[in-house]
């Protein structure tokens, strides 16, 4: 059965300061990895995806993340967080049955 | 505009009313899927629909009807409500992609039900 992971419920940062986010993933196959963000109030927006190829992806916003299958992780990334970025961020796997992790709380501080 | 839409944003029932959930995509979109939110434990998939007539149960499927008899088309039932069937409820669909695998998914407003 597939599954995701996010140790982290809550992580704060200071403005300007670098963020790294974790995602486990366990899937049968190499899967199609996702990172969502959630605004207080708001649906999921994409931030960005994995299928396969460059294991280093961009996305919107500024962030970036890196899919490590000897680690099972697919970890978000940004070298300089706004204040604009305080979210939830949910990790997703989608194989038709999709999973989201819990997802993590992003507070940053002024 | 590219979207998916729920109706109704809010609604508030009693135990053991009937109700529904529209669910529309205007994106042509062959998977079309719904979730709860629940604080803390993240989105949990309801049911999903790889296409027209194809529904396959999520993680928490108990409770819940859905159909699909128009692509663009997905609504949620519940036939029989209580009240730990209150929660945020998004629709979302997504395109098909190569291998059975699915692109992102496009995300409705969300349905904020209660059930007292």
């Known amino acids: 059965a597939q599954s995701v992971t996010q140790p982290d419920i809550h992580i704060t940062v200071s403005e300007g300061a670098s963020l790294e986010l974790r995602c486990n993933y366990s899937?049968?196959?190499?899967?199609?990895l996702f990172w969502y963000v959630q605004s207080p109030g708001q649906g999921l927006q994409l931030l960005l995806k994995y299928f396969s190829g460059d294991t280093l992806v961009q996305g919107i916003k500024g962030f970036e993340a890196e899919f490590k299958r000897s680690q099972s992780s697919f970890n978000l990334r940004k070298p300089s967080v706004h204040w604009s970025d305080a979210a939830e961020y949910f990790c997703?796997?989608?194989?038709?049955?999709?999973?989201f992790g819990d997802g993590t709380t992003l507070t940053v501080k002024p | 505009e590219a979207q998916v839409t729920q109706n109704p944003r809010y609604l508030i029932t009693v135990t053991g009313k009937k109700l529904t959930v529209t669910c529309s995509q205007n994106m042509n979109h062959e998977y079309m899927s719904w979730y709860r939110q629940d604080p803390g434990l993240g989105l949990r998939q309801i049911y999903y629909s790889m296409n027209v007539e194809v529904t396959d149960k999520g993680d928490v499927p108990e409770g819940y009807k859905v159909s699909r008899k128009e692509k663009r088309n997905f609504p949620l039932i519940l036939e029989s409500p209580s009240p730990n069937q209150t929660s945020l409820y998004f629709c979302?669909?997504?395109?098909?992609?190569?291998?059975?695998?699915?692109?992102?998914?496009?995300f409705g407003p969300g349905t904020r039900l209660t059930v007292l």
């Open positions: 899937y049968g196959a190499t899967p199609y």
């Open positions: 997703a796997v989608n194989a038709g049955k999709s999973t």
């Open positions: 979302a669909s997504g395109r098909e992609e190569a291998g059975g695998r699915y692109n992102e998914q496009f």
